[in-house]
């Protein structure tokens, strides 16, 4: 099964909205797909979940307001504010659901690779004969 992009209607439900723009919410679920798929391609069948968080942050504020005080009037903005983003979380959440992103190890060894000295031991004047104690 192949990833299917949600659509307007479900990010309204899924922000618990009872009307949606479904011209904006189109377009930033169009652009939540291609900043999840620039972490991984193809995207897998349940990064819906991720595509829907990226937009819905975007959709419900899009100047990313972190603090608001009423009266009398203060906001706050973040840095480069506005637009959507992905957190750490959503490139973890998106990686794991690939099933990438988890401890691996690499041998970087040959596998031609030959166990024995590379060098002739009798041009180190080993006569073949080991020391006690060692075996």
């Known amino acids: 099964m192949a990833f299917v992009s949600p659509t307007a209607e479900q990010l309204g439900m899924y922000l618990g909205l009872p009307e949606i723009d479904g011209d904006r919410a189109d377009l930033l679920i169009q652009q939540a797909v291609a900043l999840a798929q620039s972490v991984v391609r193809p995207l897998p069948d349940d990064a819906s979940a991720v595509v829907l968080s990226v937009a819905g ?79």
Request: overall charge negative; cysteine-free; proline content about 13%.
């Open 57 to 135: 942050r975007a959709y419900v504020n899009p100047q990313q307001v972190s603090y608001e005080t009423i009266g009398p009037m203060s906001v706050q903005r973040p840095p480069g504010s506005g637009g959507l983003y992905l957190t750490k979380a959503d490139k973890a959440a998106l990686k794991s659901l690939a099933g990438r992103g988890g401890a691996f190890t690499v041998d970087p060894t040959p596998a031609s690779a030959d166990p024995s000295p590379t060098w002739p031991l009798d041009d180190l004047g080993w006569d073949g004969e080991y020391e006690p104690g060692w075996s």
